[in-house]
């Protein structure tokens, strides 16, 4: 799973797959989920994302990770 945040457009996408998205339904306003073409939910796209989320933290709890990926220098507080 990849959360992936783009400033310049103030937009957030949760990428649950490597799939090619086929097809799109926005469900709320400025929220969008992508499909593949089995119908199974690939990413959410979350428009004007800082008005609906606290970018200044991530909290984690309870998942199975294996591996955490940190792919731009960021500040961490523990």
């Given at each position: 799973?990849?959360?992936q945040?783009?400033?310049?457009?103030?937009?957030?996408?949760?990428?649950?797959?490597?799939?090619?998205?086929?097809e799109s339904?926005?469900?709320?306003?400025?929220?969008?989920?992508?499909f593949?073409?089995?119908?199974?939910?690939?990413?959410?796209?979350?428009?004007?994302?800082?008005?609906?989320?606290?970018?200044?933290?991530?909290?984690?709890?309870?998942?199975?990770?294996?591996d955490?990926?940190?792919t731009?220098?960021?500040?961490?507080?523990?």
């Amino acid at each position: 799973m990849i959360f992936q945040y783009y400033p310049d457009s103030d937009m957030m996408y949760i990428k649950f797959s490597d799939k090619t998205s086929t097809e799109s339904e926005e469900v709320a306003p400025g929220i969008v989920l992508d499909f593949d073409e089995q119908n199974q939910i690939v990413g959410i796209e979350i428009e004007d994302a800082s008005k609906f989320i606290d970018l200044s933290k991530l909290e984690i709890r309870a998942l199975p990770i294996s591996d955490l990926i940190i792919t731009e220098k960021i500040p961490i507080a523990v």
